[in-house]
């Protein structure tokens, strides 16, 4: 797929498809309305004729409209002009793009990249466009014996920006949107891939080949052995069970000429999670191959960063286990003594999550990292919480907190913060070890990230829990690449931050 911006007239295109905005009720936009002047109230006397009323999402294809250049006119509709939101602007596209794609023009000229869409400029508007048009082409069929592709598939976008002065930042918004796009892509395509193929071993080999892609980057693969050797008693109990045994896949990207601490990121890596002895249900248990999404996204983002060359240190940890019952699985009841020394009793074998990124957490100090962020398909808790749409935030530092809801914000990746106050560390006491690793049914996203919050204290930290956002369920079942565009916005502002110092 091939995108350009362009600075032009809607009379003056000469390509398949030209896209421009209706507003509801009947309205045209600037662009349409240059159209239905050339074509001497063609587009009007559709719209008076109640062919398309505006409402947010609707299309209507024409043909060889008079004095027309390009082949197609797609009108799109979106709803009412003052009403036209970030939600609602990503939907007219999606929409704008399967009705492309099925309809056989291989290339269009888009104008809805100059609607005004509330708060939000140039540079916006363009990547997500980007970001939304590959999101919607978006096909996982790698395994599929025959492939049902598109006739006339569509190959080009030209996203058309209001004056030439906003070409150079709509180049570079159609360089962020690709460079983000590709590392959503990559997230999706190792999440979805089933838990036979994508074992602990396959994610480490996945995370060794960015260091092929690129010079900065160097890859290190802890196995059994080694996590043993580091104290990692914790993280190995979860792997015990299963024949593919864990791997901690260390990716140090070096973008900053200097030694400055790097930023790291830690990924859950469950790449199934059968709950071990606690079992989980049988209903929807495939998902759980979805349990290695945080390592994923984390992976997807590293993606991300070696194709925008970013001007920084990051230290990115994928922290693959699988999670069966077997006889020599770890069992509730069990103390484990983790790589921090202290002792937790495990009373759930399905809260495993936290008994591998705690071990992991405790590993980075050893970077001396200037934050470290964790991704995590933690709790069932948090989709009862937040439901599908929300990703939950929980954070021992609040700068760090709102630097992340911030990117959030701009990338439409949504985030909401939890709290993490003390008074919910007692729900994890033990009689028997220096705490349990089950915080009761009461706040679960909570006390998982207070447990995490006993291995983090040094250093500024932040824990995502993506169990809600990851993936889709249904019909649409499929993995989403969030958090990517949170992480890789969070990671832009930070060399913009240094750049403003
Ligand atoms: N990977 C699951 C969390 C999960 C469940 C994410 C469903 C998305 C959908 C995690 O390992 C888990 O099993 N958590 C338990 C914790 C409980 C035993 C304290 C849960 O959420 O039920
Ligand atoms: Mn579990
Ligand atoms: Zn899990």
Known sequence: MEFSVKSGSPEKQRSACIVVGVYEPRRLSAVAEQLDKISEGYISNLLRRGDLEGKSGQTLLLHHVPNVLSERVLLVGCGKERELDERQYRQILSKTISTLNDTGSMEAVCFLSELHVKGRDTYWKVRHAVETTLDCLYVFDRLKSK??????????????????????????AVEHGLAIAAGIKQC?????????????????????????????????????????????????????????GPRMAVIKYSGADNDSAPIVLVGKGLTFDSGGISLKPGEAMDEMK???????????????????????????????AENMP??????????????????????????????????ALTYVERFDPELVIDVATLTGACVVALGKHATGLLSNH????????????????????????????DQLESPFADFSNLGGRAAGTITAACFLS?????????????????????????ATGR?????????INRVAQQQDN
Request: net charge negative.
């Open 398 to 425: 609040n700068p760090l907190a709102h630097e992340i809801l911030n990117a959030s914000e701009q990338s439409g990746d949504r985030a909401w913060r939890l709290p993490l106050w003390d008074d919910y560390q």
């Open 188 to 244: 999706k395509d190792v999440s979805n891939m089933p838990p036979n193929i994508c074992t602990p071993q396959y994610l480490a080999e996945q995370a060794q080949l960015l260091a092929e892609h690129s010079s900065k980057v160097s890859v290190e693969i802890l196995g059994p052995e080694e996590l043993a050797a580091h104290g990692m008693n914790s993280y190995l109990a979860v792997g015990r069970g299963s024949i593919n």
């Open 147 to 172: 492939k049902d592709e598109a006739r006339r598939p569509l190959r080009k976008m030209v996203f058309n920006v209001p004056t030439r002065r906003d070409l150079s930042i709509g180049e570079k």
């Open 483 to 491: 958090p990517v565009p949170m992480l890789t916005q969070f990671l």
């Open 290 to 320: 979805y349990d290695m999404c945080g390592a994923a996204s984390v992976f997807g983002t590293m993606h991300a960063v070696v194709n925008l060359n970013l001007p920084l240190n990051i230290v990115a940890v994928l922290a693959a």
């Open 326 to 359: 077997d006889a020599n699985a770890y069992r509730p009841g069990d103390i484990l003594t983790t790589m921090s020394g202290q002792t937790v009793e495990v009373l759930n074998t399905d809260a495993e999550g936290r008994l591998v990124l705690c071990d």
């Open 454 to 478: 006993r291995f983090t204290r040094k250093y500024n930290w932040a824990h995502l829990d993506i169990a809600g956002t990851a993936w889709r369920s249904g019909k649409d079942k499929g």
